[in-house]
């Protein structure tokens, strides 16, 4: 088993948080883990990434090779463009929330973004800030994202679960069932597809 | 076994605590800053009373490193590759001197520039001073090269270089941790009374003592267990890979096996005898290196009349940029594969000033005031202001190394072209600023200083600056006339009075200083999280 994941968004969205709580489920199921992230000055208001890997074998590379990465994990659609040079093209995913972040002046038109991801083979494009903000939980299109992404992750989402518990545990109840909601309501939009 | 999710600068700092650490020095560097972080984050550290405060700059974390070995004790240093350029003097001259307890110096470089001006490639440095390096190709091998760098370090009484790049540094793996952790060192002072005192006539001595102790440090690199000569039947290519290299090397062979011998090199100086057993059996050499083609260079010779090297300077890799598995893949001339092409429409997004900072309320002045005198005359430095050179501010006009903001606008300044305006921040400040404006006061140069004062190093991740609540007292310390030291607040509603104050301290033919005082929010949003956490937890 290998699962190679690109996690992406903007600097302060969850993308990071989000790599954080599959890489902790993964170590629980005593899988081999490498996650490779941008730190400083990326972070201010620009592009962020991560490299997730998975495997039962021991990973050689923390980066994940062109055309390899199986699914393409972004809070926001012109992020997830960013990356299609990793995605395997005939069997990689992309999931990501529709809806743009613009701090740009030059972004371009939303409805050319999601035409461009509607492109490739395989995607769910959904308004993971809607089902979020409906739960109460603005914050939470990552862990929205994460529980769509979840059915193809290979990993049960009990363990994500888990993952949630131990990543948000010391910020009490309140927060750690908010985002496991979230995780739940996601993972609903891709059972439905 | 003890398995812990670590970055690679985390577990370098597990690695040093568990070896018996007795303090660490640097300044924050991406992507060097998580390593001494974390250990002030650490309870385990704290219980040993590890010392780990941020120094002002790269010079004095050395210095102060090397005065702990000093007395005997382990002691490290952390930076990133253009600190190492701060650290030269005490770097060199440590070579020499040699070392009492382990010291262990960490550079963590940036091939591609992440978040850096420059890919300079720190093995240089090691080598040119004579000393050993160690260069880790995971997270697993950093942790266990700590302990080894810290044994070799008292083995040969010299400073070890740990090297590492961008991809460790910022990536997590599970890392198992020793379960036998070895006490600190007792206060014990050096043997020789002359050790540390660099007078030509015992410098002289010492200097031989180093380059006597090569053979037996390439002794150790030919046996450590981090080099590996691994047999492979195609003799027609051998491949050296260098730290990370080796597991871009080894993602283009999971399926199969790679036909070639490999050299995995990891620990410096280069082992002679297992560059040479490749040479003499394969036909030609490609070198794979995560930074600068140090040993390229080195094998290919002056003259390149021997065998067929391939790498970085023949075209086959590219020369700058770090590496990653497809470039590898093509260097040894396989198929690899490829994923789509990034659509035309992707817009890139640079990092930017974040919404309310308030270096964006003193660009906002500094540039109406500005408008009145023809271009080119703000001379910045590193920090988060340096996006101040982007729109919609184009605010800056120069952004060379630490501190050269000052120095800079006063060559400017005493070239005839006046005014000439400083931007610097706090923690840059007291980095290297501070000698720069004493250069000013003594030749009464008419520069504008103004120096950011967010209380924080931001761009790093907010760390604690030295800096804060001392800006006014170095200033008039250093000689700059108290009237001539004035504080604003950059906020919206200040901004008339903040653009009057900066006329008038322009015009000013002089030394001035204008210390915009404002805290940053990231750190401010940060510190009431933290607060509010804590109230919970006490509730």
């Not at chain 2, 001006?117 to 004579?130: C, F, G, I, T, V």
């Not at chain 2, 009145?372 to 982007?390: E, M, N, Q």
């Not at chain 2, 653009?499 to 005082?517: C, D, H, T, W």
Request: with cysteine.
């Amino acid at each position: 088993m290998k699962i190679d994941i690109i996690l992406c968004g903007v600097g302060g969205m969850g993308a990071l948080s989000t790599a954080a709580i599959i890489s902790q489920a993964a170590l629980d199921m005593g899988l081999y883990m490498k996650q490779a992230e941008t730190h400083g000055m990326a972070q201010r208001g620009g592009d962020v990434q991560s490299h997730l890997r998975l495997s039962d074998k021991e990973i050689a590379s923390d980066l994940i090779p062109d055309g390899q990465c199986d699914i393409i994990l972004s809070v926001e659609p012109m992020e997830a463009l960013r990356y299609l040079p990793y995605l395997n093209k005939e069997e990689g995913w992309v999931i990501t929330n529709e809806n743009p972040f613009i701090n740009i002046p030059n972004y371009p038109e939303k409805e050319e973004v999601l035409a461009e991801v509607k492109k490739v083979k395989n995607s769910i494009v959904f308004n993971a800030d809607k089902i979020a903000l409906d739960l109460g939980n603005p914050k939470g299109t990552n862990m929205v994202v994460l529980g769509a992404a979840s059915k193809y992750l290979k990993i049960d989402i009990e363990k994500l679960e888990k993952a949630i518990n131990d990543t948000f545990g010391r910020k009490g109840e309140e927060v750690v069932m908010a985002n496991i909601n979230a995780l739940r309501a996601g993972r609903e939009v891709a059972d439905k597809i | 076994m003890e398995k812990l999710l670590l970055l690679g600068d985390e577990a370098i700092a597990q690695a040093a605590i568990d070896a018996g650490l007795s303090g660490i020095f640097g300044y924050p560097g991406t992507p060097s800053t998580e390593i001494i972080e974390y250990i002030q984050a650490s309870k385990e550290a704290k219980g040993k009373n590890i010392r780990s405060s941020w120094a002002s700059n790269e010079k004095t974390a050395m210095e102060a490193a090397l005065g702990m070995s000093y007395t005997g004790k382990r002691a490290m240093f952390t930076c990133k590759h253009v600190g190492m350029n701060v650290a030269a003097d005490p770097f060199m001259n440590s070579a020499i001197t040699g070392v009492n307890g382990g010291l262990v110096y960490i550079s963590a470089d940036d091939p591609s520039m992440h978040s850096s001006q420059d890919e300079q490639d720190s093995r240089y440095y090691a080598l040119w001073a004579k000393i050993p390096i160690l260069e880790p190709s995971n997270q697993q091998e950093a942790y266990d090269m700590i302990h080894e760098a810290f044994e070799l370090s008292e083995k040969f009484r010299l400073p070890v270089m740990l090297r590492i790049t961008t991809r460790l540094a910022h990536s997590r793996a599970g890392v198992v941790i020793r379960k036998d952790k070895r006490e600190q060192n007792q206060i014990a002072i050096p043997e020789n009374p002359k050790q540390f005192i660099l007078l030509p006539v015992n410098a002289r001595r010492q200097y031989k003592e180093l380059l006597a102790k090569q053979d037996g440090l390439e002794l150790e690199s030919k046996n450590s267990s981090f080099n590996k000569y691994i047999d492979g039947e195609n003799k027609s290519l051998g491949v050296i890979a260098c730290g990370l290299a080796y597991n871009y090397l080894m993602e283009n062979f999971t399926q199969t096996k790679c036909p070639y011998p490999i050299l995995k090199i990891a620990q410096y100086p280069i082992p002679t005898e297992m560059v040479n057993k490749m040479y003499q059996e394969c036909d030609s050499i490609l070198v794979l290196e995560e930074g600068q083609p140090l040993f390229e260079e080195k094998l290919k010779g002056f003259l390149n009349n021997g065998k067929k090297i391939m790498g970085r300077l023949d075209g086959t890799l590219t020369v700058d940029g770090e590496l990653n598995p497809a470039k590898v893949g093509k260097a040894l001339g396989l198929e690899v594969s490829e994923g789509f092409e990034v659509p035309s429409i992707v817009a890139p997004r640079p990092p930017k000033l974040c919404e309310g900072c308030p270096h964006a309320d003193t660009y906002k002045a500094l540039n109406e005031v500005m408008a009145d005198f023809s271009k080119g005359r703000v001379f910045a430095d590193i920090g988060c202001y340096t996006l101040g050179a982007l729109p919609p501010y184009n605010a800056i006009n120069t952004t060379v190394d630490m501190g050269a903001s000052i120095t800079m606008a006063k060559g400017a300044s005493e070239a005839g072209f006046q005014p000439a305006v400083a931007v610097i921040g706090d923690s840059t400040f007291t980095h290297s600023g501070m000698t720069g404006l004493l250069d000013c006061v003594v030749d009464n140069t008419p520069v504008t200083i103004i120096i950011l004062d967010n209380s924080i190093t931001a761009m790093t991740g907010s760390q604690k600056s030295n800096a804060t609540g001392r800006i006014e007292s170095i200033c008039e310390g250093i000689g700059v006339a108290k009237e001539h030291i004035r504080v604003i607040t950059p906020l919206k509603k200040f901004h008339q009075e903040n653009v009057n104050v900066l006329k008038e301290e322009i015009a000013y033919q002089g030394v001035s200083v204008v210390i915009p005082r404002r805290e940053c929010l990231v750190w401010l949003n940060k510190k009431r999280k933290e607060e509010k956490q804590k109230q919970k937890q006490q509730e």
